[in-house]
């Protein structure tokens, strides 16, 4: 079969393209962005060609677009024009988690992450397609096992199919897509869940605890109350050691190059899913001991003695464990915290959460709100300036008073958004480097 991605440089999309691709279709793409960015990687080595004006489409070709992308964007609309077949993102995924035995992984926090370490224990032994939020993904027709990033937004999971299903943790989030709040946002996981035979869930936190599945559930956590168990925790410069336990008998001792008591739980998940299927606790332990990390997942670069971590962490909770694993690694360091929100209803409704968040940093920088899916005149009274004057040390920064950055010696400075905060990054590289 033929299809047409739009939006195919999205870390969503160009995963959808690769897999298409691997799975013997034919694979196109459009994108407004003509520059270079890190999800070509894949893209590119399949030799996916990627439009960026308008162009002939053959007429059987299956149409599927970023919901990023607006419905009367310009190319979405001459498709549509054209007659073309088109099918949203999430159902296009959706036939590809019938054909294999899929493990979802889902939740606000640790999705990527978690279904990278998965998918590198699985692919290493059992073996396994993947589709991963980072713009990772591969697939053959020979795999049994499908390990995909399974994304609450607009509730797109819900077209998934699982075999199995890990729910990491839920928080309120994508505000603008749940307007019932946490407690559609739960129900929702709870639909998710009982599409699988069995929930991998974390029992520690509030909101799981809450759900009642009918699906089969084992759950992991720190918790004595939990059927897998992190016990005799040690977070150092190196990364985190701990011993976990199943049904309160000791299954082994794991040291993952991994910081952050999150990383344990993200860890605890893939260990349950691969004791499930039958893997070697040494292949698991191989596996898990050889991941370097998703990317832009807490990813350093060296400067002389300030380090930069480029991490995806756009949510109050996963800039709190940013920061804090930057103190893990990094204990005899300033700790900068530099953020850039995304859509102005996340920042509305999480207003506090941020400014708790960006409290950890010894410094904080706020960049201005980025988003292309809402109208700043819809929230007149949110901007960056409220977090900015609520946050101690807080000041904004831009591109253009980037050089505020390099008054910083012996720091971590933390580039933290899901949005074009690499703009920024690479200003501060530019300045740092000719200094």
């Known amino acids: 079969m033929k299809y047409y991605c739009i939006g195919i440089k999205g870390a969503g999309m160009s995963t959808l393209a690769n897999i298409l691709h691997d799975l013997g279709n034919q694979v196109s793409g459009y994108d407004d962005v003509q520059g270079y960015k890190y999800t070509m990687e894949g893209l590119n080595a399949r030799g996916i060609e990627i439009f960026y004006d308008a162009h002939d489409i053959d007429k059987d070709t299956i149409v599927t677009y970023s919901k990023a992308f607006s419905p009367d964007h310009k190319e979405i609309k001459r498709v549509r024009e054209l007659g073309l077949t088109i099918r949203d993102y999430n159902e296009v995924v959706g036939d590809i988690t019938k054909m294999f035995t899929t493990i979802g992984i889902?939740?606000?926090?640790?999705?990527?992450?978690?279904?990278?370490?998965?998918?590198?224990?699985?692919?290493?032994?059992?073996?396994?397609?993947?589709?991963?939020?980072?713009?990772?993904?591969?697939?053959?027709?020979?795999?049994?096992?499908?390990?995909?990033?399974?994304?609450?937004?607009?509730?797109?999971?819900?077209?998934?199919?699982?075999?199995?299903?890990?729910?990491?943790?839920?928080?309120?989030?994508?505000?603008?897509?749940?307007?019932?709040?946490?407690?559609?946002?739960?129900?929702?996981?709870?639909?998710?869940?009982?599409?699988?035979?069995?929930?991998?869930?974390?029992?520690?936190?509030?909101?799981?605890?809450?759900?009642?599945?009918?699906?089969?559930?084992?759950?992991?956590?720190?918790?004595?109350?939990?059927?897998?168990?992190?016990?005799?925790?040690?977070?150092?410069?190196?990364?985190?050691?701990?011993?976990?336990?199943?049904?309160?008998?000791?299954?082994?001792?794991?040291?993952?190059?991994?910081?952050?008591?999150?990383?344990?739980?993200?860890?605890?998940?893939?260990?349950?899913?691969?004791?499930?299927?039958?893997?070697?606790?040494?292949?698991t332990k191989k596996y898990i001991n050889e991941f370097k990390g998703a990317k832009r997942r807490f990813k350093l670069k060296e400067f002389g003695d300030v380090i930069t971590v480029d991490d995806y962490a756009h949510h109050p909770t996963e800039i709190e464990v940013t920061l804090a694993s930057a103190r893990q690694k990094y204990p005899n360091k300033e700790i900068v915290g530099v953020f850039l929100p995304n859509t102005y209803s996340r920042t509305e409704a999480l207003m506090d959460d941020f400014v708790s968040a960006m409290s950890k940093a010894d410094k904080a920088y706020v960049m201005d709100i980025h988003c292309d899916r809402e109208r700043q005149e819809d929230y007149p009274n949110v901007s960056s300036d409220s977090i900015i004057e609520k946050v101690p040390n807080c000041e904004k920064v831009s591109i253009e008073t980037c050089d505020k950055l390099l008054r910083h010696n012996n720091a971590v400075i933390c580039f933290m958004s899901c949005t074009n905060i690499y703009k920024l990054e690479d200003e501060f590289e530019r300045l740092i480097t000719n200094k």
């Open 106 to 283: 889902s939740g606000t926090h640790g999705k990527t992450t978690t279904s990278l370490l998965i998918s590198n224990i699985f692919n290493n032994t059992l073996g396994c397609n993947y589709f991963v939020g980072d713009g990772t993904g591969h697939a053959t027709k020979d795999n049994k096992f499908f390990v995909i990033e399974s994304d609450e937004f607009n509730k797109h999971f819900l077209a998934y199919s699982p075999t199995i299903a890990i729910i990491t943790n839920i928080e309120l989030d994508h505000v603008e897509c749940y307007p019932g709040g946490i407690e559609e946002i739960r129900e929702t996981f709870k639909t998710f869940g009982n599409k699988a035979n069995v929930v991998i869930a974390c029992g520690d936190d509030e909101n799981i605890k809450m759900i009642d599945f009918s699906s089969d559930t084992i759950y992991y956590g720190f918790n004595e109350n939990n059927n897998i168990v992190a016990k005799n925790v040690v977070l150092d410069e190196e990364g985190s050691k701990f011993d976990c336990y199943i049904d309160n008998e000791l299954y082994g001792h794991f040291e993952i190059p991994l910081f952050g008591k999150h990383m344990i739980l993200n860890a605890l998940s893939a260990i349950a899913v691969a004791k499930y299927y039958g893997i070697d606790i040494e292949d």
